[in-house]
């Protein structure tokens, strides 16, 4: 009796895995849903797919943060949809500063390859953590949490970090603050900035109002 139960699971359980897909390219030329992108069509898959190239060379680092970044996401890295995964490619110039900021839905790792940086997190007790990276160290930021990098050293710095997510998105603080037309007098009453300050941040990142 036992045998036959456990011949009819192993049955069941073959089907399952056999109905299953071994991956889910994205098809950009379908609509995407809040769950990702459909999935392509497997006789037109190619090897093409799962292969991105765009992290083989330096970031622009000529913004204001003295970064360049360099990300392979689902948006521009077929292979990734739905495997819960993705990478980006950090070069800071020296003063480089990836700003605070979080991903709505990913945990992040971070390698430092090239360089020294400072690295850290705010917890949601208000809590720092923050600890000086050099070459070969890696420090983790657990998912929705406010981070950042600075580099600290007297060279270029190079860094790459691995989400939990293949589409991880970031909010950046200064961006979502003084780049946008939320008026300035709200921003001072529910930060406490002076208003002189907020106009000038406005105007370095473009923001109105």
């Known amino acids: ?5 456990f011949f009819v699971f192993s049955v069941i359980l073959s089907s399952s895995y056999a109905a299953m897909q071994d991956f889910c390219v994205a098809d950009y030329a379908a609509p995407q849903s809040p769950a990702g992108y459909a999935c392509k069509d497997p006789a037109k898959v190619t090897v093409d797919d799962f292969v991105f190239s765009g992290l083989r060379v330096a970031g622009n680092i ?6 360049g970044l360099s990300a392979a996401f689902a948006v521009n890295f077929p292979g990734l949809n739905g495997l819960g995964v993705a990478l980006v490619r950090a070069d800071f110039a020296v003063g480089g500063v990836v700003p605070i900021h979080s991903h709505r839905d990913a945990t992040e790792l971070v390698i430092l390859v090239e360089g020294t940086v400072v690295a850290g997190f705010i917890a949601s007790n208000n809590k720092p953590y923050v600890k000086t990276l050099n070459k070969g160290d890696t420090m983790v930021f657990p998912q929705g949490l406010f981070h950042f990098l600075v580099n600290v050293g007297d060279a270029p710095a190079l860094a790459y970090a691995s989400f939990s997510s293949a589409n991880p998105g970031v909010q950046t603080l200064e961006t979502a603050l003084f780049q946008n037309n939320l008026p300035t007098e709200i921003i001072a009453k529910s930060t406490l900035l002076d208003t002189v300050q907020i106009q000038k941040l406005k105007r370095l990142l473009g923001g109105t109002n």
């Open 1 to 5: 009796m036992i045998s036959s139960v």
């Open 62 to 67: 000529s913004s204001i943060n003295k970064i």
